[in-house]
């Protein structure tokens, strides 16, 4: 076992892992976050998406030790200071940009860097974006229409399905 | 997956020495080498880190005018940086996987690997680069050695790959619906001396060249001069995702877009 520091969601934690603890191991058993969903483990659906150093990444397909000293955030670090939604996770509440959830932390991560590089995406940005980000319940498109609202543009015009 | 000692050295001298034990495995960004370890088709003692060797880092062009590319630098850190200095490469990048693949997944990683159905094994042999290791200079024409086969030794790392910077280039993938991949995808670039054709996907010897594609968009560059081409012969690929027939015509449906939409 090696220790294994970095900081998420501005905490500082650290823990012993293994060489082949992934990044999803350690946030979920060694910090009891498990906020951060493990799907189908092979880096195809995105459930797992956290960010490290500001980029969007699959937690399930990085070395805890490979990311010693990262900053990581995960959707535990989303919600405003008072705990109340951050502003992407409300409009997918307001929108109903989820059903069983169990994509929604990938989903909700994706988003939040999309609007950082993108504020203002178009639809097909948006599309195209969450092609590593599978959901099997909604068909996508509230969860489109909750990343627009969320940018702050008019999804009046995207109907409702 | 197997358990492994890891280790992270910030040289590629370290770097080489940690490669020069028993049983050691360079990784890059992991993006195909940790899925391939957890279904336990690839084990090791030693997993030695490339991801901290700040000279294996970034894009920068050099005094002959080719776009350097450090060996651990990422899909999107080239589909940003290269954007202004070499868009048709850029564009390639920024569609390997998905957006989180490409945060991770690496040039030297991607390379290294020679997956049949890559993208970047196409850029670098349509655009005649040259792949840099810790101990020589490889042409792209004789590192790619068949499927997941390369010209590199035991414990030998890619540093850096430059690109000679074409007048015109477009890469045309057509996606496997579900895996994403290159069903079939062809690299095209035009220099002043001639044009050159890498195809990836189709064939089960991995990336080639398409000749007789050269040859014609060579003395014309346009759609219309594949068109009449017949599709290219050698070991396709069949399976349930498309005949070799199929593929043969898809290479060639491939590359006339590609020379269509080159600039």
């Known amino acids: 076992m090696t220790q294994v520091s970095m900081t998420v969601n501005g905490r500082a934690v650290s823990g012993d892992v293994e060489g082949r603890t992934l990044l999803s191991e350690f946030l979920r058993e060694g910090q009891r976050m498990t906020g951060t969903h493990v799907g189908c483990d092979t880096s195809q659906c995105g459930a797992c998406v956290v960010h490290v150093n500001g980029e969007a990444v699959k937690s399930c397909t990085a070395l805890a030790l490979d990311l010693e000293g990262a900053e990581v955030k995960t959707i535990e670090g989303m919600a405003n200071a008072d705990g109340s939604l951050g502003v992407i996770q409300q409009a997918f509440q307001d929108h109903h940009g989820l059903q069983c959830g169990f994509c929604t932390p990938g989903m909700v991560m994706s988003a939040a860097a999309l609007l950082k590089d993108n504020p203002k995406p178009s639809e097909q940005e948006v599309r195209e974006y969450l092609e590593g980000n599978i959901c099997r319940c909604t068909g996508y498109h509230n969860i489109v229409k909750a990343i627009m609202a969320a940018s702050g543009q008019d999804v009046s015009a995207i109907a409702a399905e | 997956m197997y358990n492994f000692e890891f280790s992270k050295p910030s040289t590629i001298a370290e770097a080489v020495a940690a490669l020069g034990q028993e049983e050691a495995q360079a990784l890059g960004g992991g993006q195909t080498l940790l899925p391939t370890m957890k279904q336990r088709l690839a084990q090791t003692e030693t997993l030695v880190s490339l991801n901290g060797i700040a000279e294996m880092q970034g894009v920068c062009v050099n005094d002959a005018g080719q776009v350097c590319i450090g060996g651990a630098t990422t ?189």
């Open chain 2, 75 to 263: 899909h999107a850190t080239v589909a940003r940086e290269a954007a202004a200095h070499y868009p048709g490469l850029a564009s390639l990048a920024g569609r390997i996987g998905d957006p989180a693949v490409r945060n991770r997944g690496t040039i030297g990683g991607s390379l290294g690997n020679n997956d049949p159905s890559a993208c970047y094994p196409a850029a670098a042999l349509g655009a005649g680069a040259t792949i840099l290791t810790n101990t020589r200079e490889i042409a792209a024409d004789d590192f790619f050695d068949g499927m997941f086969t390369t010209a590199l030794n035991e414990g030998e790392i890619i540093t850096e790959v430059k690109f000679p910077v074409p007048q015109a280039s477009n890469y045309q993938k057509f996606v496997q619906p579900a895996s994403r991949f290159a069903l079939v995808g062809v690299f095209v670039c035009k220099f002043s001396d001639g044009v050159r054709v890498a195809v990836t996907g189709a064939s089960a010897d991995g990336v080639f060249r398409w000749s007789e594609a050269e040859a014609a968009l060579s003395s014309d560059f346009s759609k219309g001069a594949v068109d009449g081409l017949s599709a290219p012969s050698g070991d396709m690929i069949s399976d349930l995702h498309g005949t070799a027939e199929y593929r043969a015509h898809l290479v060639k449906v491939m590359t006339g877009r590609a020379a269509a939409a080159a600039s």
